[in-house]
């Protein structure tokens, strides 16, 4: 019996296709160095347009305009607009099926998510159909704390913190998954066995072997 009782995911990069891919893909149909969007986000990454707007300090057309200035600053057009239309991933089917799998198994699982009030629902998505899809996910977590709702962002302990208590839970009986090291890194501070997201498939293998639960890949 695993001495774990409670996984919590990261969404976007986890249930869904990192957005990192998606913004490549928009840098190269505008012409942009690879990985220019990170560099914005990675300037002043808790005072910039997109950290305000994951605390929901701002609203889109603000953004869209702090983004563009903070973009013309490191030498590029790009306005936030473009960003915010290909942000929602494409869904992993086998990260889905692992939620029902650990549903069925008697553990609790919960979602901790940096996400912005944009798009349509948690994630963030640009039509009915998706959203619909992303609200019949978020269902299926006992919790789930949203960045844009609670107004602080990983890798602010206290978002982790939130999750603990709204589920009643030590950190020491928690696996979280993340896709990026840094919001790894509190999780793993307080507690959490933390696994770094590179893959659907890498990240299932490492959950099944820390629980000793088999995970369809397919």
Request: charged share 25%; aromatic share 6%.
């Amino acid at each position: 019996m695993s001495r774990y009782t409670h996984v919590i995911f990261d969404f976007g990069g986890v249930i869904t296709a990192s957005p990192f891919e998606a913004f490549n893909r928009l840098e190269e149909e505008r012409g942009l160095p690879r990985d220019f969007v990170r560099r914005v986000n990675a300037a002043d990454p808790d005072g910039n347009a997109w950290a305000k707007f994951e605390r929901a300090e701002i609203d889109a057309a603000t953004f869209d305009a702090l983004f563009a200035e903070e973009a013309r600053a490191l030498g590029h057009d790009l306005e936030g607009e473009a960003v915010l239309a290909v942000l929602a991933g494409a869904i992993r089917p086998a990260m889905v099926a692992a939620l029902d799998t650990l549903k069925a198994e008697g553990f609790t699982i919960g979602c901790i998510t940096n996400n912005v009030p944009s798009g349509k629902g948690s994630g963030m998505a640009r039509s009915d159909a998706l959203a619909a899809e992303v609200a019949a996910i978020m269902a299926r977590f006992d919790h789930v704390v949203e960045s844009s709702k609670v107004g602080v962002r990983k890798p602010d302990p206290r978002i982790y913190r939130m999750m603990c208590e709204a589920l009643g839970v030590d950190a020491a009986a928690c696996v979280y998954l993340d896709d990026l090291g840094i919001n790894c890194k509190p999780a793993a501070q307080l507690g959490m066995h933390a696994i770094k997201v590179t893959s659907g498939e890498q990240a299932l293998k490492e959950l099944s072997q820390i629980l000793d639960l088999e995970f369809s890949h397919s």
